[in-house]
């Protein structure tokens, strides 16, 4: 299982608008081959930063997405992002999430 992750550090004022663009995005992301999951994050006491995981089946099937939809979706990002978004390639090494397996297994009891 892979992950990519990334982080955008959100203009003032910007954080509502952004959320719904990433919820209006996420059907693509949902079509693409390998696509597992996602999960989206805001601090619980600013409004000024997102993360973003996305989990594949596959590294190949992660860039495929990085490639093609993705860049699309980072050009969208860039009007309510302060700088560039940065982004991370994670291999899932733990989950407890049944969707998600990690290298080791644990159980979800």
Request: charged share 25%; hydrophobic share 40%.
């Amino acid at each position: 299982m892979h992950a990519r992750m990334i982080q955008v550090s959100l203009k003032p004022g910007k954080q509502e608008e952004f959320l719904k663009l990433v919820a209006e995005r996420l059907p693509f992301a949902k079509q693409s081959p390998g696509f597992v999951d996602a999960v989206g994050f805001t601090p619980e006491n600013a409004h000024d930063r997102f993360v973003g995981i996305m989990f594949w089946k596959s590294s190949s099937d992660a860039e495929k997405y990085s490639n093609g939809s993705g860049k699309q979706f980072i050009e969208k990002v860039k009007p309510f992002a302060q700088g560039e978004p940065t982004f991370e390639a994670l291999n899932v090494a733990v989950s407890t999430i049944r969707s998600i397996e990690g290298e080791r297994a644990v159980a979800a009891d």
